[in-house]
């Protein structure tokens, strides 16, 4: 028992120095940090949980000589608070990995946290993933426009599409790049990004991996939004009112869906793509002064080889979405108004969720709620939200295809739930808490909270390897992912951390070390200014898959002091041809970039002001650095690691 006398110390700090964790704990420091945002917010059993899991970690520690493979803290937890756990859920917490590298006290930790590893993937000082129009902050809660406004994130594996101030941006897990400086509501799948030009009326931009621009897809008409893109083929909507018709390119030609003699009708919006299913809504609709005035509005579905109407009814059936297996979309009614003119009204109105099963042909209804909004469908899994901004309440919820399940039974009083998007089983929504969004994740199993801080997190996707939002940072609009996807263990495997100093006798250069070599650089070289953390790696070869980084000494003429770091083959040409350098030996181990798990891949720049010395640079700054804010050019990636 000697070896629990030193209980660990328990300390309140803001969740910004957690890694914007609701819980941490820090071996090295042996203390326990709740943050100051979950205190505040009053909630018992959420702090309760949240202390059990770092005290889970403490015991870890104590136990164990090397970190439990996965989230112990977490397993703790639920089996001290009686908590059921499926062979799903422990599935997860064998295989999750929940270090991350933060500064405390002015030092390095590495500590195991309660919470999400959040990466931050643009910085600059425009708004990324909001309309540059709109203000997401001027109205609190009640802003929440996310047709015309937010929303204009999206996500596919790993990859990352958004629109901004500055046109359309992708960012493939190395570095984001800009697709196109005009353009709005881009869409991703697999490796093709779509967007149209908005009033510019230029059509629809197609750009597809590895292709050195985009191309404007084939039309009779110009202009075009709203594209949905599924395997490199597109639909969208040409036009407004009685003159609107839907476009599919099926990767060689363009067709009109809608001029087919089965659904010719005045207005057809709202198309949506997943392989062989293509689904819009068209009806009689036209404007009376600026309101919409709407007679009836019918569901039709080209399945590949002929358009199907799926309804034929007296109401307003809008935002259809397909999967493989079924499709889904909304039902609402309308109010005659004092002239006999009908005008849509989804407060007040008949609604509900409709689904129709592919394969047996048949029609469910799912909920009879009003207003339905934000729809989505994957699988045979369903999401939406309930209720509007403006009601007392909004939830989220989700049918897996038998039960609907309420989402938002973990709210407290004043929350809102809103924006849910889906993949597979996987959730993500938006919840307002009384003081600032946060981002929410349901697993298939449990709901957990992935941001937590005292700002704006909004307009989240969700793939099976991602949850990317836009969060506010004070300044502006900036794009920040977390990995949900399988842990591969190789994070398990980079166990050091290494700090970044700057020579300030040769402005941008820079080298990376270790703990024991920092110390001795803080005490006998003042010119070398630490910078901070840089990112985490292996100093022996554990595993196969880990690549060494050999550090070379540039002894040139007022290059003296930067070093060089470069792979196996770069060193075998460097040995051969370049003696100005000087081998120093392997300085650490890191991953190919872009093997996954969760790991950052980083990029390396060489100085335009002086050449032969190196910077590595993770997501967010290498956006900044192409962005032309330092004289770095980019070479490519150079690693993947713990960062």
């Known amino acids: 028992m000697g070896q629990f006398l030193s209980l660990p110390t328990l300390r309140f700090v803001p969740a910004a120095q957690i890694n914007d964790a609701q819980g941490a704990f820090a071996a090295s420091a042996n203390t326990l940090y709740l943050s100051e945002e979950l205190l505040a917010q009053g909630n018992v059993f959420t702090l309760t949980q949240v202390f059990l899991e770092e005290y889970g970690h403490y015991l870890d520690s104590q136990l164990n000589h090397e970190d439990t493979p996965g989230d112990e803290g977490e397993y703790f937890a639920a089996v001290v608070m009686g908590q059921p756990l499926s062979d799903l859920d422990i599935l997860r917490l064998q295989s999750e990995n929940d270090w991350a590298m933060v500064t405390l006290d002015g030092q ?10 959040i990466v931050q ?95 404007l897809l084939p039309s009779h008409y110009v202009g075009g939004n709203n594209p949905q893109v599924y395997d490199g083929k597109v639909v969208w909507q040409n036009g407004q009112g009685e003159d609107a018709h839907i476009f599919f390119y099926d990767g060689l030609t363009t067709i009109a869906l809608s001029d087919l003699p089965e659904s ?44 199907v109407q799926l309804t034929n009814s007296p109401f307003f059936n809008s935002s ?37 099963d592919i394969n047996t042909s048949q029609t469910t209804q799912i909920s009879s709620a009003s207003p339905i909004r934000d729809l989505q469908v994957s699988g045979r899994n369903t ?57 929410m994740y349901y697993d298939g199993n449990s709901t957990r909270q992935v941001t937590n801080n005292n700002r704006d997190d909004r307009y989240p996707q969700v793939s099976d390897e991602i949850v990317a939002w836009t969060g506010y940072d004070g300044n502006d609009w900036e794009i920040y992912q977390t990995y949900i996807g399988p842990d591969n263990g190789l994070r398990d495997k980079l166990t050091t951390t290494l700090i970044r100093f700057q020579n300030t006798d040769r402005p941008g250069t820079y080298l990376y070390v270790g703990e024991q070599e920092a110390v001795s650089i803080r005490q ?51 040995r051969q041809n370049y003696p100005n350098f000087v081998e120093e030996g392997i300085a650490f181990y890191t991953y190919f970039g872009g093997v996954g798990g969760g790991m950052t891949n980083f990029n390396r720049f060489q100085n335009n002001e002086l050449s032969g010395t190196y910077l ?12 032309g804010h330092y004289p770095f050019a980019y070479e490519g990636p150079a690693f993947a690691a713990g960062g």
Do not use: C
């Open 264 to 307: 010719r009708s005045f207005f057809n919006h709202s198309p949506r793509i997943y392989g062989s299913n293509i689904v819009w809504s068209s009806g009689n609709w036209y404007w009376l002064g600026d309101n919409p005035q709407i007679h009836h509005a019918q569901i039709y579905w080209y399945n590949g080889e002929r358009t």
């Open 524 to 574: 006998n070289y003042r010119n070398f200014v630490e910078e901070g953390l840089a990112f985490q790696v292996a100093t022996s070869q554990t595993d196969p898959l880990l690549q060494p980084l050999y550090r070379f000494r540039n002894t040139s003429p007022g290059r003296e002091g930067t070093y060089l770091f470069s792979g196996t083959e770069e060193a075998v040409s460097i």
């Open 121 to 215: 993937i643009t910085n600059n000082n425009f708004d990324d993933g909001v309309n540059s129009l709109f203000d997401p902050l001027a109205s609190g809660r009640y802003s929440n426009d996310t047709d015309n406004n937010g929303d204009k994130l999206k996500v596919s594996g790993n990859k990352i599409t958004w629109e901004s101030d500055h046109g359309i941006y992708l960012f493939d897990s190395f570095i984001p790049r800009s697709l196109d400086f005009y353009g709005g509501n881009p869409q991703i799948n697999g490796d093709s990004v779509v967007w149209d030009h908005g009033y510019l009326g230029n059509g629809i931009s197609l750009y597809k991996t590895g292709w050195h621009t985009p191309q």
């Open 616 to 627: 590595f640079a993770g997501p967010a700054e290498s956006a900044s650095i192409v962005a």
């Open 108 to 117: 390095p930790t590495v500590i195991e946290q309660s919470g999400f590893n």
């Open 320 to 356: 259809p979405v397909a999967s493989e297996q079924i499709i889904a979309w909304t039902t609402l009614s309308y109010n005659e108004l004092g002239w006999g003119i009908s005008s849509f009204d989804e407060n007040n109105g008949f609604s509900g969720v409709h689904i129709y």
């Open 383 to 439: 999401v939406w939200q309930e209720g509007s901004n403006e009601d007392v309440a909004t939830t989220i919820m989700f049918y897996d295809g038998t039960t609907v399940i309420n989402l938002s039974n973990t709210k407290l009083g004043g929350e809102f739930d809103s924006n849910p998007k889906l993949f597979g089983n996987k959730v993500v929504w938006e919840r307002w808490d009384g003081i600032d969004y946060e981002i």
